[in-house]
């Protein structure tokens, strides 16, 4: 007998607000059992899996830097505007518009994560009825980042595997 195929869904969590993470920098947290960053490249979220595909670094912690590349020995070109994220453990680069590593670009991605700015009117709607779930601050703690209407937030879709006991 096999078993049943595992069900899926996209939960939402309201992460940080939109001026904690300002252009340059990068916000690490977890949404849902995973660790996930955020980061603000001139202006633009993205938000990845932060653990590299290449051995499990932690992709999220590591420099963002424009395309070096060459079409030949002593040929090198500078892409400033294509942007990669380098694994801090052992260089290797990803993009950041699509996930693929510079190296195996048709074998091996960072898994990139939807992130959306949303305003607090919208976020406080939702955590009402119930569409997206309240980030939960540190391990071992039960506050809660407080909502205010007045600002933007970054929301997180995560794919989850859906059990019996999943709300």
Known sequence: MTAPAPTFAIRRYVGPKVSDVPEGGRFIGEFGGRSIGILNVDGRFHAFLNRCPHLGGPLCRGE???????????DLR???????LTCPWHGWEFDLETGRSYVSPARLRARRIPVEVETGERVAEELADGTV????????????????????YLVIAVREQVTEETP
Not at 78 to 84: G, L
């Open 133 to 152: 779930v309240q980030l939960v601050r540190g391990p071992y703690t039960a506050e809660v980042y407080e909502v205010s209407v007045e600002d933007d």
């Open 78 to 84: 500078f892409a400033p505007d294509r942007k990669m």
């Open 64 to 74: 963002v830097i424009g395309l070096v590349y060459a079409d030949g020995p002593g």
